[in-house]
């Protein structure tokens, strides 16, 4: 599997409100996931980039809609994380009502990268997610993070358990990827499926 050949990889914009969105006139990927997941870890492992993109051992570092452009093509979204942060409940409720706003309305979105730790199971907030994006027919891309905590059985085991909970919206196995950001793996394989939705099959 080819992975492109990373030209430029830029941060563009903090996006706070609707109204701060750019012009839609380049796909976009948005990246979603549980706080700590290690989204920010993936992106900059994606993109060959070490600080691209801000990394903390602190949960709830991307409080808005964070555009990278990649390669003047593409646009990369680091959406705020949902789940636990030290932050105060008027201020989660801001962000995932701008969350939401993009994940509903955004013309140009071409799909979303749903990350989930591969050690856990999906919680109520996974699964209104998995919900909205089936009724707004939305590609997912679902990723389970941190491949290299987990050894080859329980992988199988855990993702078995995975796929029984999400039965109702009809995921299957074959859809996840393991990825793991400290050793690469899974890079190939989620770049092959980003490229079908930034250029096509």
């Given at each position: 599997?080819?992975?492109p050949?990373?030209i430029?990889?830029e941060?563009?914009?903090s ?6 969105l ?7 990927l948005?990246?979603?996931?549980r ?12 993109l060959?980039r ?8 602190k949960p ?16 990369f979204v680091?959406l ?13 409720a801001?962000?995932?009502a701008l969350?939401m706003?993009?994940?509903?309305h955004r ?12 050690r856990r199971l999906?919680g109520p ?10 009724l707004?027919?939305l ?21 078995k ?5 999400l039965?109702?919206w ?19 394989r ?6 079908e939705?930034?250029?096509?099959p």
């Amino acid at each position: 599997m080819t992975i492109p050949k990373i030209i430029s990889a830029e941060f563009i914009l903090s996006v706070h409100t609707p109204g701060q969105l750019p012009p839609g006139d380049r796909p976009e990927l948005a990246f979603l996931g549980r706080s700590n997941v290690g989204k920010s870890s993936l992106i900059n492992a994606l993109l060959g980039r070490k600080k691209l993109v801000r990394t903390s051992s602190k949960p709830g570092c991307t409080r808005a809609l964070n555009f990278f452009l990649i390669n003047g093509r593409w646009y990369f979204v680091d959406l705020p994380g949902f789940g636990y942060a030290a932050v105060s409940k008027s201020l989660k409720a801001e962000w995932g009502a701008l969350a939401m706003d993009y994940l509903t309305h955004r013309e140009n979105l071409a799909a979303v990268v749903l990350l989930q730790d591969g050690r856990r199971l999906p919680g109520p907030e996974e699964l209104f997610l998995w919900e909205h994006f089936r009724l707004r027919k939305l590609p997912v891309i679902p990723v389970l993070t941190k491949a290299d905590k987990l050894k080859q059985g329980e992988r199988a085991r855990q993702l078995k358990n995975i796929v029984e909970a999400l039965a109702p919206w009809g995921v299957k196995g074959e859809d996840f990827l393991w990825f793991s950001a400290v050793t690469h793996e899974g890079r190939a394989r989620l770049w092959a499926r980003l490229l079908e939705f930034l250029v096509g099959p």
